[in-house]
Nanobody, 118 residues
Framework: QVQLVESGGGLVQAGGSLRLSCAASGRTFSPYAVGWFRQAPGREREFVAHVIWSGGTTYYTDSVKGRFTISRDNAKNTVYLQMSSLKPEDTAVYYC???????????WGQGTQVTVSS
């Protein structure tokens, strides 16, 4: 079993920055990818970014390109999401998920709230 724990959320003014962390523990952690998703009130969960565990290739949704950076520390089994130039529309609960080869995103964290004030 894999456990994911997010941290780093909070309240920030528009234009500010936050860094989210996703720490994995449990059995040997070897996912295909780790991704960040977000869910705003009244909306469905949406993809934000992911990083391929082996090799480090990254992919972002268009709305965060150039503002968010996803990275990983394999030795610490931790993935980060550096968020800059934050906008009120980035307000959401942010979740990290582990994508297991052939099974999709089956492990999720509990989420961390990000609130961007205008």
């Amino acid at each position: 079993q894999v456990q994911l724990v997010e941290s780093g959320g909070g309240l920030v003014q528009a234009g500010g920055s936050l860094r989210l962390s996703c720490a994995a523990s449990g059995r040997t952690f070897s996912p295909y990818a780790v991704g960040w998703f977000r869910q705003a009130p009244g909306r469905e969960r949406e993809f934000v970014a992911h990083v391929i565990w082996s090799g480090g290739t990254t992919y972002y949704t268009d709305s965060v390109k150039g503002r968010f950076t996803i990275s990983r520390d394999n030795a610490k089994n931790t993935v980060y999401l550096q968020m800059s130039s934050l906008k009120p529309e980035d307000t959401a609960v942010y979740y990290c998920g582990a994508n297991i080869q052939g099974r999709g995103y089956i492990y999720w964290g509990q989420g961390t709230q990000v609130t961007v004030s205008s």
